[in-house]
């Protein structure tokens, strides 16, 4: 059974910076593709960037110079490096496969950026 947990999500203002992190039990040194998603209030779970384990990524256009998707293969993490936040990244962010398995969404990590 594989358990994701996301962490590092908080509260910050707009401008300001979080690390989130995706522990992955274990997982990570055998699957190709990892991604993070997000879903803000009221709308649909969406994807923001992926990373192959042989280090390509892909980031969408709104995300692009802001964020850094990158794995600890030695601490067996998938983590979420977030600059200049604006209010529109509030959302709560989860980590799965690429193209996600339903049976993989953890509780996600919450992130709120103030204007």
């Known amino acids: 059974q594989v358990r994701l947990v996301e962490s590092g999500g908080g509260l910050v203002q707009a401008g300001g910076s979080l690390r989130l992190s995706c522990a992955a039990s274990?997982?990570?040194?055998?699957?190709?593709?990892m991604a993070w998603y997000r879903q803000a209030p009221g709308k649909q779970r969406d994807f923001v960037a992926r990373?192959?384990?042989?280090?390509?990524?892909f980031y969408i256009e709104s995300v692009k110079g802001r964020f850094t998707i990158s794995r600890d293969n030695a601490k067996n993490t998938l983590n979420l490096e977030m600059n200049s936040l604006k209010p529109e990244d509030t959302a709560v962010y989860y980590c799965?496969?690429?193209?996600?398995?339903?049976?993989?969404w953890g509780q996600g990590t919450q992130v709120t950026v103030s204007s």
């Open positions: 990373l192959t384990r042989s280090g390509n990524t």
């Open positions: 274990g997982i990570l040194s055998s699957v190709n593709t």
């Open positions: 799965n496969l690429y193209p996600p398995l339903n049976s993989w």
